[in-house]
């Protein structure tokens, strides 16, 4: 073992079965709950997917529902031949039309279609029966009977193939700006990131279209996603027959939408051929709170900015940083994001650093086509969509770090966790409780205290299994109990491996000294970054050694890399720096150093390669983003090893 700590991991023992009260049954319901979990989705999937012998008819409608289409048509087509009398065969004959007119099988989709009664083709059945004549050729006849349905009548994965249909028919029948209208109907009501396949059939109609046509569409659908593409249409006729101011002005127009729009990117170019110059600068918008109770923060961060573009610009071609003021605003936020890509025309934004504004900014960033880099710990912020990355720590970046080197690298697997009685103090205690039950691991007892407690005792007794009134000093006990205690087992103190505690060294410097002092000793600590902090040793002293806690940040780290931009830092602004300007100085690194790379030439690009960037060597820990544009960092592990902190890993 690479600690100090020197302790048996083991909690089977007398105090922890018997004589741990709370702590004991704090552990069986723990047990409970997880035996409960395991139930449901063990047990719970196993009801969820059919066994065989709840019939190949449900086994067909699961596996269909999973994307398993060739194993759904298996189990229909032999519930098929071995009921062939059975009530439900409408059923099965319904799912095999679908899974054969999906393989383009027009004449087995149309022998199982047939097989349904007359009376038994519903809604959905009846859309079968429109798409096969569409694909038989009979548009007319396919666009009576889709006139014939509405799309709330049919299930959800079939109501955008309905206007996709429709718009086909009226197509192929000579109604091309009728098909265009329904198109744009069906975006506007599903969204564009949902209706890509009709976004590209507007455009296949949208480009055989020209003249008073092409202009009566684009007049028409003015200012939704399929009057865009149509515009862009007429921008390129107006610049062929040599028209380029129209052309022009067009084309900012359709580039300064907020409607989300396919071909933004062909615009651009579009607007590099008519003003010799490209839409797209070398530029990055930076929303930092430089006003505000939060502008304190905003300037560390600019600091670490700052620092990355001197080092870049000395050895390569400048990147120009335009930075708008949030003032932790949302509002504000949202605005900036809007001029920052319509009218500086950057190629992505770094921030915001506060949740709210970092949210809004987010959103705005998919409106616009816009990569951005969110410095925010706020749940959910990449989440919003495919263009919203963040770089920062974040809290179950921390807890999946504990857990993991307490498990994995201590040999631990059960924990008590002390913690405030904040939102972040809750929101630890479950992430952390998640990331431990990951590696089998178990928080087997918690406490909370108030923000404002100075006094533990309450919380460290419950938390060793004891009554908090009960007298602390062996003397102060009734002689039979003296007595009784002579002859008692020495045992644990506690039920657990180790113990945390996710606060700020303020606050720990108070519980750690009162945790032996009620006789809670050698017991593993386990802290958070905001540990990482001088008064945490020279507050705490020994009530604080050997214990572990992980950041984003240490400026006495040995590696070069990070010693070097703290000189620096130290250099430049005369104090050493905190996890802020680290972030700032790893965040605009990153987009450095992909807008140096000869093949990102656009958004699009940047946005493809910062989804898969992979370990860079930042200050702030090796950085990659995950599946949803999460950061994933190797954190540091730091130490209390003879009164100084020490970095483990």
Request: proline residues 5%.
């Amino acid at each position: 073992m690479s600690t100090l700590w020197a302790k048996d991991f083991s909690t089977k023992s007398r105090r922890c079965s018997v004589d741990l009260n709370r702590s004991g049954w704090v552990m069986r319901l723990s047990l409970a709950i997880i035996l409960t979990i395991w139930l449901f989705f063990s047990g719970g999937a196993a009801a969820a997917a059919p066994s065989p012998g709840v019939g190949l008819l449900q086994e067909g409608i699961f596996a269909f529902e999973q994307g398993q289409y060739e194993e759904a048509l298996s189990l229909f087509r032999g519930y098929v031949i071995r009921n062939p009398q059975a009530k439900d065969l409408t059923q099965a004959y319904y799912f095999l039309a679908k899974i054969f007119l999906a393989g383009d099988e027009l004449p087995s989709a149309r022998l199982y279609f047939e097989r349904i009664p007359a009376d038994e083709r519903t809604a959905p059945v009846r859309f079968i029966e429109a798409q096969l004549l569409l694909g038989e050729g009979a548009s007319e006849q396919a666009l009576a009977s889709l006139m014939q349905l509405s799309p709330e009548e049919l299930p959800g994965d079939d109501r955008i193939d309905w206007y996709l249909a429709t718009a086909q028919a009226l197509f192929q029948t000579g109604r091309e700006l009728q098909a265009l209208a329904i198109l744009n109907s069906g975006v506007q009501l599903h969204g564009a990131a949902s209706s890509r396949t009709l976004l590209k059939l507007a455009h296949q109609i949208g480009a055989g279209l020209s003249g008073e046509v092409l202009a009566e569409g684009a007049f028409m659908l003015q200012g939704g996603p399929v009057g865009l593409d149509l515009e862009l249409y007429l921008a390129r006729a107006e610049f062929a027959s040599g028209n380029s101011d129209d052309a022009l002005r067009r084309t900012e127009r359709i580039i300064a939408s907020r409607q989300p729009f396919l071909y933004r990117q062909e615009a651009a170019l579009l607007y590099d051929r008519l003003r010799g110059r490209p839409w797209i600068q070398r530029a990055i918008g930076v929303l930092l709170p430089e006003s505000g109770r939060l502008a304190a923060f905003g300037e560390l961060l600019k600091r670490g900015v700052e620092l990355a573009r001197e080092l870049h610009d000395q050895e390569s071609e400048p990147v120009k940083l335009i930075y708008r003021d949030t003032g932790g605003d949302p509002g504000l936020a949202e605005e900036a994001v809007r001029k920052l890509a319509n009218e500086d025309r950057v190629m992505a934004i770094l921030g915001p650093i506060s949740g709210a504004a970092a949210e809004s900014a987010a959103h705005q960033a998919e409106v616009e086509g816009v990569p951005m880099l969110s410095l925010s710990q706020r749940d959910g912020i990449p989440e919003i969509g495919p263009q919203v990355f963040r770089v920062s720590l974040t809290d179950r970046n921390q807890a999946a770090e504990l857990a993991r080197y307490a498990i994995d690298e201590l040999g631990m697997d059960s924990f008590g966790v002390l913690y405030p009685e904040t939102a972040f103090g809750h929101e630890m205690l479950a992430l952390f409780s998640q990331e431990v039950l990951k590696r089998n691991g178990l928080v087997v007892d918690s406490e909370s205290y108030p923000n404002d407690a100075t006094d533990f005792r309450s919380q460290i007794r419950l938390l060793m299994g004891e009554d908090p009134n009960q007298p602390v000093d062996f003397d102060d006990l009734p002689e039979e109990e003296q007595l009784e205690a002579l002859f008692e087992p020495e045992f644990p103190p506690v039920c657990f491996d180790a113990l945390l505690i996710p606060d700020y060294a303020d606050r720990v410097a108070l519980i750690a000294p009162q945790l032996p002092f009620y006789g809670m000793e050698k017991v593993p600590l386990l802290g958070i970054n905001g540990w990482n902090q001088p008064e945490l040793v020279r507050n705490a002293g020994r009530a604080v050694e050997g214990a572990i806690f992980v950041d984003g940040f240490f400026r006495h780290s040995s590696y070069p890399f990070v010693r070097d931009f703290v000189d620096l830092y130290f250099a430049t602004y005369g104090e050493e720096p905190t996890i802020l300007e680290a972030q700032g100085f790893d965040a605009a690194n990153i987009l450095f150093s992909l807008l140096d790379q000869a093949w990102i030439a656009d958004r699009d690009s940047l946005r493809e390669a910062l989804s898969r960037y992979r370990d860079y060597p930042g200050v702030t820990g090796a950085t990659s983003f995950n599946a949803v544009g999460d950061a994933e960092k190797q954190l540091y592990i730091l130490q209390v090893h003879r009164g100084s902190v020490q970095q483990l890993n």
